[in-house]
């Protein structure tokens, strides 16, 4: 077949499977069943994208409906210099697979992935690509879900991070990489540097409540519940005048999503610490398995 007509995807798990470089290790893999899951801001195409950590995640939960709200992949970074590894690929067919297995899927692009905006209305191997999209939760909240970039009026274009320059940003982002890989080597759990920063920095602090605020604003006038964003990486619950505000964070400092539970409960998930509970959890497990067989040695 001539490949460059040859579109159709994998039509049996098997296929998409062949295409992952990290198996999903099945048997020890119990996955959490969530109705509704949000991520965005994963960058996927630059350094500072968390690949393994979201691989991880993908591994351990799934839902009726993923919402991919902006800045999946980052075109801006990939014109400047072409960056794919394999485990980019990995999330791309771990995505595409959940679609063929009946997940919902609705990506939303950013400003980052601005380049697919322009498919608004389609759907591609059960994705579909929405400029924004209407929620209704299970306890019957209707919830506008949108990237956000729209209402960063500071001209910051892109992200909070103008107030320190890209450059800065791009050292920042190194230097969290590098910290990481000690820490991971000395068993230590994930820690976000620029996410200490960014607290740190009172520009960035107000920068984040007003788009938030105008964020809720726009939910408001359009006469819904509340409202779904990404943009700021910065993961948050609030209720502001009325409104249900929510950001599902990112994946290049928190390592966040936000999920909502079977009954219309929602919840904002830091995988970082959720990998930490889970080794605890397992280091727990193996202490009890140890112990009988010592009591039995010393009988
Ligand atoms: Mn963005």
Redesign the pocket.
Known sequence: MNALTDFSLPTDDSAYDAKLRRKPRAKEIHRRKYRTIWI??IHLGTRGCNADMLIDFLDHVDSECLYLV??IIDGWRLKKKFYWPENHNDIVWRILKRAHRGTRIVYIP???DEMFRQFNGFDFGGVEIRRSAEHETADGRKLLVL???EF?TVMLA??WLAFVGDTAYTAMMKLNTLVNKVRQRLGLPYWSLSKMAKHKVKNAVEFISKFEELVARAARQRGLDGVVA????TAEYRRIDGIDYYNDGDWVEGCNALVEHADGRMEILNWADEIEKRRSEEKAREAARIRPERELEAA
């Open positions: 965005s801001d902006g800045d950013g400003n980052h990237h956000g970039d960063d892109h992200r990404g943009h700021i990486h």
